[in-house]
């Protein structure tokens, strides 16, 4: 006799058996769970991948003019960090513009990252800008594209055409044409009518 067969003689056996294999099914279902940890490990999809790109140009403009031209040998954008960020190493050149399209001044550096919800860029390690007014050299630099401003708590040295000046900290325009030291060091020359008293 074949067990289908025996089990069907018996009626309380069939209705057990009814009765016990989705039972011992229901039971058996959790344990069929998949660990979200291997998945991602086996997919690659825990890996939080940057873009990365090398030789890359960008262009930030304002009401339809161009502003600033930003080179960058080496880029990466990391839009998991908080807040994103993108990183521009290996030299970086940035062109600003005035209104009127013409270059007012360059910054190179060697490194350089970007926050774009706050709209500044920290520039460091060789940072120079040179334009129109003279030359900066600082180690660290901020600037604020959306209120078109320069910052630094580093020392500086501001080289014109008649003078150079050292300090400690500095806040300046696009151009150049306003800049204040916030600990200026050494001797800084002045016109006679502009003595204070």
Same mark, same amino acid.
């Given at each position: 006799m074949r067990i289908k067969d025996f089990i069907s003689s018996i009626p309380y056996l069939k209705s057990l058996t009814r009765m016990l294999i989705p039972g011992i099914l229901f039971f058996l279902l959790p344990s069929c769970t998949n660990n979200p940890d291997e998945?991602? *490990?086996? @997919? #690659? #999809? #825990?890996? /939080? *991948?940057m873009d990365h790109a090398e030789q890359v140009t960008i262009i930030y403009s304002k009401e339809g003019k161009i502003k600033m031209k930003l080179y960058a040998k080496d880029f990466v954008k990391n839009d &998991? =960090? /908080? !807040? !994103? &960020?993108?990183?521009?190493?290996? %030299?970086?050149? =940035?062109e600003f513009y005035n209104d009127s399209g013409e270059l007012e001044n360059v910054l190179t550096a060697d490194s350089s990252r970007y926050y774009e919800a706050e709209g500044n860029i920290l520039v460091w390690d060789s940072v120079e800008i040179i334009g129109k007014k003279g030359r900066l050299n600082t180690d660290e630099l901020v600037?604020? *594209? %959306?209120?078109?401003? $320069? $910052? +630094?708590? /580093? !020392?500086?040295?501001? +080289? @014109?055409?008649?003078?150079?000046? &050292? #300090?400690v900290g500095m806040e300046a325009n696009r151009d150049f044409s306003w800049y204040r030291i916030l600990h200026p060091k050494g001797t800084v020359q002045v016109n006679k009518g502009e003595m204070p008293n």
């Open positions: 998945i991602r *490990a086996l @997919t #690659g #999809g #825990g890996q /939080k *991948a &998991y =960090a /908080k !807040p !994103p &960020y993108i990183d521009m190493n290996n %030299s970086i050149r =940035a600037w604020n *594209a %959306s209120i078109e401003r $320069f $910052f +630094t708590e /580093k !020392p500086i040295r501001i +080289t @014109t055409p008649n003078e150079v000046l &050292y #300090g």
